[in-house]
């Protein structure tokens, strides 16, 4: 498909586990962004990937998130020593370009996780 | 420190009436904003954006209007259809935010009733 894949759609793992998700963008699209959202509320700003070269990554929470994009394509984002309070749909989006007027960000399904 | 906020969590109309959903932001160095749709167990889609130095951006049945002294912004939806019921977030973004990160509300869900 041309739109931008997350995998796996599902993810149910213990306290204390490692979990990677998986991100595929459109093709072409230089910038990666990664967002997290929790029941009730709107994607929260994670992390921004420009080429190869993670350009933002205020939004990390802590130590135990990290993301790469290694081939400035597909980017894993990956959790340490999950928490309960880690569960969330964690959502993966492309653009263009950097975000901007003209280069809205282009969203995947997600991957909802949960941390038992 | 929210700084795009919807307070409405939720909205419901009737078929071919107009729907308006509204939004509040603080940084004034905002200088775009975007709506995007959700449906369940989808991600969020793209749906009207406008430049803070306009106030009106019209795209077919949907409109976004700009207050930048208010600081407010509102989605409005003529006439809605029963395909229109999702969840719709406004997002802003602009000079402060490096790669133009985009700041979510927390949603409103609309609902049309037949």
């Known amino acids: 498909g041309a739109g931008v894949s997350q995998t796996p759609s599902n993810k149910v793992t213990e306290k204390g586990k490692y979990v990677e998700l998986r991100c595929d963008p459109i093709?072409?699209?230089?910038?990666l962004y990664w967002y997290r959202q929790s029941l009730g509320q709107g994607p929260e700003f994670l992390i921004y990937?420009?080429?190869?070269?993670?350009?933002?990554d205020s939004g990390l929470p802590n130590d135990r998130f990290f993301a790469v994009r290694p081939e400035g394509s597909v980017s894993t984002l990956k959790i340490q020593r999950t928490e309960r309070g880690d569960s969330a749909v964690y959502l993966c989006a492309s653009s263009l370009r950097g975000a901007g007027l003209d280069s809205p960000l282009h969203f995947g399904n997600g991957t909802r996780l949960t941390v038992t | 420190d929210q700084q795009v906020k919807q307070n409405s969590p939720s909205l419901s109309v009737q078929e071919g009436r107009i729907s308006i959903l509204n939004c509040d932001y603080t940084n004034s160095m905002f200088d775009y904003f975007l709506w995007y749709k959700k449906y369940p167990a989808e991600g969020p889609t793209f749906l009207i954006s406008i430049s803070s130095i306009k106030d009106k951006n019209e795209d077919g049945r949907f409109t976004v209007f700009l207050n930048k002294s208010a600081k407010h912004l509102s989605l409005h939806i003529v006439p809605s259809q029963p395909g229109d019921s999702a969840v719709y977030f406004c997002?802003?973004?602009?000079?402060?935010?490096?790669?133009?990160?985009?700041?979510f509300g927390q949603g409103t869900e609309l609902s049309v009733k037949p």
């Open positions: 093709s072409g699209h230089t910038a």
């Open positions: 990937f420009q080429g190869t070269g993670a350009a933002d």
């Open positions: 997002a802003a973004s602009g000079v402060g935010n490096q790669g133009g990160k985009l700041i």
